[in-house]
């Protein structure tokens, strides 16, 4: 009987060790606490401009209305327009979508809801760029969209799953189910 009782008090010591335990584990452990993110400026008709490291302009956005947010949580642009410029300071890339957001530290820009972006706009032959959801890194130059995207140049089309572009390097790569339809004067049929 008497080890019985010594046992049942060690247990009873236990159960209260380990809840003890929690105890100032919950108090030790700092609780973060976020702050809600918010609306801190809203714009309307604006005219936004975005560096390199180089000091060179990047791309630019006109927007018929911008909401900052606190917390460098980013910026979401209506109806925004973007133009995107190369090394040499030359229009490269130009686009339109619905709605945009650009993160807090200014390199991903994400536009959404029927996107459309045109490389070499003033050229005599551009190719567009179509989809629901295409982003633009600004730190590695390049277009990328992971839902279906359509590419057109008035002569060749195709649709991928898939699309990644460098807007350094020109080089478009596709990827996923792949559909396309080639046209070239070059090619006979016999």
Request: hydrophobic fraction near 35%; glycine fraction near 4%; charged fraction near 25%.
């Amino acid at each position: 009987m008497k080890n019985l009782m010594i046992i049942f008090i060690l247990l009873l010591l236990v159960i209260g060790s380990f809840f003890f335990l929690r105890s100032i584990q919950e108090e030790l452990v700092p609780k973060v606490v976020e702050e809600k993110i918010q609306p801190v400026a809203t714009g309307y008709q604006v005219k936004t401009r975005v560096y390199n490291s180089k000091n060179q302009l990047s791309y630019e956005l006109v927007s018929d209305k911008i909401v900052e947010f606190s917390n460098q949580h980013g910026t979401e642009f209506s109806q925004p327009l973007v133009w995107l410029w190369d090394d040499r300071q030359q229009l490269n890339w130009k686009g339109k979508s619905q709605e945009a957001f650009l993160t807090g530290n200014h390199e991903l820009l994400t536009m959404k809801k029927a996107v459309e972006i045109i490389q070499f706009p003033k050229s005599a032959k551009p190719t567009y760029l179509n989809g629901d959801e295409i982003s633009y890194n600004a730190k590695t130059s390049i277009l990328d969209s992971r839902l279906p995207v359509k590419v057109d140049d008035g002569t060749n089309r195709q649709t991928s799953d898939k699309m990644q572009a460098n807007t350094k390097t020109k080089k478009l790569s596709a990827k996923g189910h792949i559909k396309a339809h080639y046209e070239s004067a070059a090619l006979e049929m016999r």
